[in-house]
């Protein structure tokens, strides 16, 4: 230690406090400013939290002055009990191995991504260097100061920008109009042929909606704007359509916009249920029943909590960004590969619609309420079952990335029947959605206030079983169009008791106009809406992908029709006691295996936890143990076949080809020893 000593020299920046600048300086370039960049610009996080840019700054400010000052304590304590060569060990030490931390995981995201390890090596000889020159020059405070400034470049660009942009002119209303009430209701992810057959019919099982149907008019050729939702639904409120040809600033201000709701709370209570976005109310005649219904000190916590997950998550490299939490109904996918709504959204959340409506109309019973609910009861992975309960986690945990059951990481699939079990999945959260539509439908009939309030349920954008592709883009045109980009679009006009079916080509842009006309409200002479539903879509919808950042903009085909992928044994089951016995004949189920199949006895089955009585499984065969051209094998629970197991095809196999990964869903057994699965015999 004493030769040691002698090489490196003797420390002379003996400041405790210059020294906690060193290790701040270090956690500003490292953490804080690839954190900022996500943050400070990106308005949809602001608006999501109902926060001005400036809580960022002192959040930050803040954060930073702790830090330094517990820092600049500790080093404190040990400059005044501790010998001088003691005091410079263990300064030395704390600089190497915090520079080391920072440094380390600066470079396994970002420079060394695919070689992580190398970027803790290079990371630690960089720490030494920083770790020398800390000992002998007393730069500390100069480094926090260039550090900073480049921190706060994104953050003075967010305020500058919005600061430039001019406040939109207010509503005006016509006084003659008797406003109805408004419930604007977005199943998230809901495409149109999983709700609807081609004619405008509602899907068997979905009664609540065949009931709204009957006074409402359906929209048949709908499609939305986007295919991610913190692009389609601010569009939707915005009456916004072509997203491609918007510039990235108008795109920004649109995504961190309510668009037209706070023009109409002049005059509406507003009631907002969504897992994006808040509506901050100013007085009792407003209910906040989403993210916004906390208080202050609760609204400001949760925004701390969020921002430190968002540097977590941005900033550093496994395995330390495991330990952040998604950001739940925050900022969709705000770091690469990020999920929109966390690992386990909320489902069941019409509740809060009931009891917002009740709180405004008891707070001010004169005006009408606008109720906006955004749902992702309907928002892969589908996990329910006909009851309701949930079958498996938000997460599979064999294939990394995997969204749902039978999907490989790429969120596609190797076999037409694993679409179908998850069309069957798809089609009992719908149910569930349905259900709580009618619950919130009951109430508004129970209290009078059906007839007098216009009714909206659409969705944000749909999603497709794919080949190649990823869900929300599509394999090809055709799906692209009747399943992603076309959405439901049911309207109840005020007053509307007779049902209609309107098959002309429209934009979801379009439903802002509509309500606005409903109200009788006239937005400021800077607003710019697509026209209402009772007039065409100049030159056809326009859906634009986002994904990756990416804003190519698809125009509708002329002559395009879409096609409906879904067939009847993809909703109704075979036999309502095994419903997700896909491919497997009726007779077959509650009886032993036939002829012809033999049991795996080397097969590993694993049971994923829920909470249905109906049970997940996962099966792993030698891909020699059952014929080539075996599709589906059957699953039984103490000898009786109770369901089907689906395998992947050849380039879903679990390790590339000598092991061939199944999937089943079966009603729960007393004990996973019980279950067996066997195949036709090669």
Same mark, same amino acid.
């Given at each position: 230690?004493?030769?040691?000593?002698?090489?490196?020299?003797?420390?002379?920046?003996?400041?405790?406090?210059?020294?906690?600048?060193?290790?701040?300086?270090?956690?500003?370039?490292?953490?804080?400013?690839?954190?900022?960049?996500?943050?400070?610009?990106?308005?949809?996080?602001?608006?999501?939290?109902?926060?001005?840019?400036?809580?960022?700054?002192?959040?930050?400010?803040?954060?930073?002055?702790?830090?330094?000052?517990?820092?600049?304590?500790?080093?404190?304590?040990?400059?005044?009990?501790?010998?001088?060569?003691?005091?410079?060990?263990?300064?030395?030490?704390?600089?190497?191995?915090?520079?080391?931390?920072?440094?380390?995981?600066?470079?396994?995201?970002?420079?060394?991504?695919?070689?992580?390890?190398?970027?803790?090596?290079?990371?630690?000889?960089?720490?030494?260097?920083?770790?020398?020159? #800390?000992?002998?020059?007393? @730069?500390? *405070?100069? $480094?926090? /100061?260039?550090? &900073?400034? !480049?921190?706060?470049?994104?953050? +003075?660009?967010?305020?500058?920008?919005?600061?430039?942009?001019?406040?939109?002119?207010?509503?005006?209303?016509?006084?003659?109009?008797?406003?109805?009430?408004?419930?604007?209701?977005?199943?998230?992810?809901?495409?149109?042929?999983?709700?609807?057959?081609?004619?405008?019919?509602?899907?068997?099982?979905?009664?609540?909606?065949?009931?709204?149907?009957?006074?409402?008019?359906?929209?048949?050729?709908?499609?939305?704007?986007?295919?991610?939702?913190?692009?389609?639904?601010?569009?939707?409120?915005?009456?916004?359509?072509?997203?491609?040809?918007?510039?990235? #600033?108008?795109?920004?201000? @649109?995504? *961190?916009? $309510?668009? /037209?709701?706070? &023009?109409? !709370?002049?005059?509406?209570?507003? +009631?907002?249920?969504?897992?994006?976005?808040?509506?901050?109310?100013?007085?009792?005649?407003?209910?906040?029943?989403?993210?916004?219904?906390?208080?202050?000190?609760?609204?400001?916590?949760?925004?701390?909590?969020?921002?430190?997950?968002?540097?977590?998550?941005?900033?550093?490299?496994?395995?330390?960004?495991?330990?952040?939490?998604?950001?739940?109904?925050?900022?969709?996918?705000?770091?690469?590969?990020?999920?929109?709504?966390?690992?386990?959204?909320?489902?069941?959340?019409?509740?809060?619609?009931?009891?917002?409506?009740?709180?405004?109309?008891?707070?001010?019973?004169?005006?009408?309420?606008?109720?906006?609910?955004?749902?992702?009861?309907?928002? !892969?992975?589908?996990?329910?079952?006909?009851?309701?309960?949930?079958?498996?986690?938000?997460?599979?945990?064999?294939?990394?990335?995997?969204?749902?059951?039978?999907?490989?990481?790429?969120?596609?699939?190797?076999?037409?029947?694993?679409?179908?079990?998850?069309?069957?999945?798809?089609?009992?959260?719908?149910?569930?959605?349905?259900?709580?539509?009618?619950?919130?439908?009951?109430?508004?009939?129970?209290?009078?206030?059906?007839?007098?309030?216009?009714?909206?349920?659409?969705?944000?954008?749909?999603?497709?079983?794919?080949?190649?592709?990823?869900?929300?883009?599509?394999?090809?045109?055709?799906?692209?169009?009747?399943?992603?980009?076309?959405?439901?679009?049911?309207?109840?006009?005020?007053?509307?008791?007779?049902?209609?079916?309107?098959?002309?080509?429209?934009?979801?842009?379009?439903?802002?106009?509509?309500?606005?006309?409903?109200?009788?409200?006239?937005?400021?002479?800077?607003?710019?809406?697509?026209?209402?539903?009772?007039?065409?879509?100049?030159?056809?919808?326009?859906?634009?992908?986002?994904?990756?950042?990416?804003?190519?903009?698809?125009?509708?085909?002329?002559?395009?029709?879409?096609?409906?992928?879904?067939?009847?044994?993809?909703?109704?089951?075979?036999?309502?006691?095994?419903?997700?016995?896909?491919?497997?004949?009726?007779?077959?189920?509650?009886?032993?295996?036939?002829?012809?199949?033999?049991?795996?006895?080397?097969?590993?089955?694993?049971?994923?936890?829920?909470?249905?009585?109906?049970?997940?499984?996962?099966?792993?065969?030698?891909?020699?143990?059952?014929?080539?051209?075996?599709?589906?094998?059957?699953?039984?629970?103490?000898?009786?076949?109770?369901?089907?197991?689906?395998?992947?095809?050849?380039?879903?196999?679990?390790?590339?080809?000598?092991?061939?990964?199944?999937?089943?869903?079966?009603?729960?057994?007393?004990?996973?020893?019980?279950?067996?699965?066997?195949?036709?015999?090669?």
């Amino acid at each position: 230690m004493t030769d040691l000593g002698r090489r490196i020299g003797q420390r002379t920046n003996l400041s405790p406090a210059n020294n906690a600048s060193w290790l701040l300086a270090v956690a500003i370039l490292a953490i804080v400013i690839p954190a900022n960049d996500k943050i400070a610009s990106n308005l949809v996080f602001f608006a999501a939290h109902d926060v001005s840019p400036v809580a960022w700054a002192v959040v930050l400010v803040v954060g930073l002055v702790v830090f330094w000052a517990v820092l600049a304590g500790v080093l404190w304590l040990m400059r005044r009990f501790l010998p001088a060569r003691a005091y410079d060990v263990v300064a030395s030490l704390l600089m190497l191995v915090v520079a080391w931390f920072f440094i380390g995981n600066v470079l396994a995201v970002t420079l060394l991504a695919s070689s992580p390890g190398l970027g803790a090596l290079l990371g630690l000889v960089a720490a030494a260097a920083l770790t020398l020159l #800390a000992r002998r020059f007393a @730069m500390g *405070s100069i $480094l926090v /100061v260039f550090a &900073g400034v !480049a921190a706060a470049v994104p953050l +003075v660009a967010t305020l500058w920008n919005g600061a430039q942009a001019p406040a939109p002119n207010a509503y005006a209303f016509d006084a003659a109009t008797n406003r109805p009430n408004v419930v604007w209701v977005i199943s998230d992810e809901l495409s149109y042929p999983a709700a609807f057959a081609e004619d405008g019919t509602p899907r068997p099982g979905l009664t609540n909606l065949a009931a709204l149907a009957k006074d409402s008019t359906v929209y048949t050729h709908a499609y939305t704007a986007a295919n991610f939702t913190d692009y389609a639904v601010p569009a939707m409120l915005n009456g916004d359509v072509d997203l491609s040809t918007m510039s990235d #600033a108008d795109i920004q201000r @649109m995504r *961190s916009s $309510l668009g /037209v709701i706070p &023009g109409l !709370a002049s005059k509406y209570s507003v +009631v907002m249920e969504s897992p994006v976005f808040s509506y901050d109310c100013q007085d009792a005649s407003c209910a906040s029943v989403g993210v916004g219904g906390a208080s202050v000190i609760g609204k400001y916590w949760s925004f701390v909590k969020d921002t430190a997950a968002i540097a977590g998550k941005t900033a550093l490299a496994a395995p330390f960004s495991g330990a952040f939490p998604a950001v739940d109904g925050k900022w969709s996918n705000f770091w690469d590969g990020g999920e929109e709504f966390g690992n386990d959204p909320e489902g069941e959340t019409v509740g809060n619609v009931i009891s917002g409506i009740d709180q405004v109309t008891k707070a001010n019973a004169d005006a009408p309420f606008l109720a906006f609910w955004h749902t992702i009861r309907t928002h !892969a992975p589908w996990v329910l079952d006909p009851e309701g309960n949930q079958i498996y986690p938000a997460r599979v945990p064999v294939v990394d990335g995997a969204h749902m059951i039978g999907e490989e990481a790429d969120e596609t699939y190797t076999s037409d029947d694993l679409k179908k079990l998850e069309r069957r999945l798809w089609h009992y959260s719908v149910a569930d959605f349905d259900r709580q539509l009618g619950e919130l439908i009951d109430h508004l009939k129970a209290t009078g206030q059906y007839d007098n309030t216009m009714i909206v349920v659409t969705a944000d954008h749909g999603a497709a079983m794919t080949d190649t592709a990823d869900r929300r883009v599509g394999d090809d045109e055709e799906q692209r169009w009747s399943e992603i980009a076309h959405v439901p679009l049911v309207i109840k006009a005020p007053g509307q008791t007779t049902g209609a079916v309107n098959t002309d080509v429209h934009a979801s842009g379009q439903i802002a106009a509509t309500v606005l006309a409903a109200a009788g409200a006239t937005p400021g002479s800077d607003a710019s809406f697509a026209p209402d539903l009772s007039q065409p879509m100049p030159g056809g919808p326009v859906f634009t992908n986002v994904k990756d950042g990416a804003m190519t903009g698809w125009h509708y085909p002329d002559g395009f029709v879409d096609k409906d992928p879904w067939q009847q044994d993809d909703i109704v089951p075979a036999d309502s006691a095994f419903p997700f016995a896909v491919g497997v004949d009726a007779a077959l189920l509650g009886k032993s295996a036939p002829d012809g199949f033999r049991a795996l006895g080397d097969a590993t089955i694993q049971a994923l936890p829920g909470e249905s009585d109906q049970q997940a499984l996962i099966v792993d065969r030698p891909s020699a143990s059952c014929s080539p051209e075996d599709r589906i094998g059957l699953v039984t629970d103490a000898g009786t076949v109770v369901g089907s197991v689906l395998w992947e095809g050849p380039s879903g196999s679990a390790d590339g080809g000598t092991t061939t990964r199944g999937w089943a869903i079966v009603p729960r057994a007393a004990a996973l020893s019980d279950y067996a699965v066997s195949c036709t015999i090669p």
